[in-house]
C-alpha cells in the first residue's frame, strides 16, 4: 500500500526567503511522486512530477524537489518566496501498478508574510 | 488553465436527495479520475473510468456511482446524500496509453454542501 506524510500542516516564511516543504512516502512499487499547488476556492495545479529520470525534479514558478530513495523522501524547495506563493501544497504518490489511483497527503499551508 | 471543466460550480441539497457532478475532460485525453476532498484535507481517490469502465475504486460506498460517455466526458452521481458527503468534488483527466495513466489535471472542483 502506499501512502504520503506531510511534516508540516503549516510552514510560515518571509518574502524573499526560501521555502521547505517536507513530504515522505511509502510505497511498495517504483513510485511516482508529484507536488500540486491549491489556491483558495481554486482546484489543483500541478507543480512538478517526478517518475524515475532526474532525482532533482524542476517545476513551474521557481519550485524544485529532489527525490531520495534511501530517506524515502520528496522535500519541496523555492530559493526565494514570493507572496502569491501563499495556498496549500500536496505531495502525491502514484504506485506503478495502483491502478492509477493518486494518494494525497494531508497538505501543507504556506503562508508568506511580507 | 487546465482545459477540464465541472458544473455546478456550487450545489446545495438536503439528506437522503440524489445528485449528479458533471466533468468534461481535457482535450485528447481518454480517462477520468473523481476524488473527495473534505474541508481542510487531502483529495480522496473515489474511482476511475477508463473507456467507459471502471478502472479502479476507492473505499467509497456503492451509492457513489459514475459513467464515462464516448466523448470521455463523465459524471459522478451520489444517492442517498449524508451530511458527511458535503465537500469539494475534484474530476481529474488523463492521457491512459497501454493502461499507464500519465499525469493527471484537475477542473476547479463542484463544492457540494449537504444540509
Known amino acids: 500500500a502506499q501512502s504520503v506524510t506531510q511534516l508540516d500542516s503549516h510552514v510560515s516564511v518571509s518574502e524573499g526567503t526560501p521555502v521547505l516543504l517536507r513530504c515522505n512516502y511509502s510505497?511498495?512499487?517504483?513510485?511516482?511522486l508529484f507536488w500540486y499547488v491549491q489556491h483558495p476556492n481554486k482546484g489543483l495545479q500541478l507543480l512538478l512530477k517526478?517518475?524515475?529520470?532526474?532525482?532533482l525534479v524542476k517545476g513551474i514558478n521557481g519550485f524544485e524537489a529532489e527525490f531520495k530513495k534511501s530517506e524515502t523522501s520528496f522535500h519541496l524547495t523555492k530559493p526565494s518566496a514570493h507572496m502569491s506563493d501563499a495556498a496549500e501544497y500536496f505531495c502525491?504518490?502514484?504506485?506503478?501498478?495502483?491502478?492509477?489511483?493518486?494518494?494525497f497527503g494531508g497538505g501543507t499551508r504556506l503562508m508568506v508574510k511580507p | 488553465e487546465t482545459g477540464v471543466t465541472q458544473s455546478p460550480t456550487h450545489l446545495i441539497k438536503t439528506r437522503g436527495q440524489q445528485v449528479t457532478l458533471r466533468c468534461s475532460s481535457q482535450s485528447g485525453h481518454n480517462t477520468v479520475s473523481w476524488y473527495q476532498q473534505a474541508l481542510g484535507q487531502g483529495p480522496q481517490f473515489i474511482f476511475q473510468y477508463y473507456r467507459e469502465e471502471e478502472n479502479g475504486r476507492g473505499n467509497f460506498p456503492p451509492r457513489f456511482s459514475g459513467l464515462q460517455f464516448p466523448n470521455y466526458s463523465s459524471e459522478l452521481n451520489v444517492n442517498a446524500l449524508e451530511l458527511d458527503d458535503s465537500a469539494l468534488y475534484l474530476c481529474?483527466?488523463?492521457?491512459?496509453?497501454?493502461?499507464?495513466?500519465?499525469?493527471?489535471?484537475f477542473g476547479p472542483g463542484t463544492r457540494l454542501t449537504v444540509l
Open positions: 510505497s511498495s512499487y517504483s513510485p511516482s
Open positions: 502525491v504518490v502514484r504506485e506503478g501498478n495502483a491502478g492509477n489511483m493518486l494518494t
Open positions: 481529474a483527466s488523463s492521457l491512459a496509453v497501454r493502461g499507464a495513466t500519465d499525469t493527471q489535471y
Open positions: 517526478y517518475t524515475s529520470a532526474a532525482t
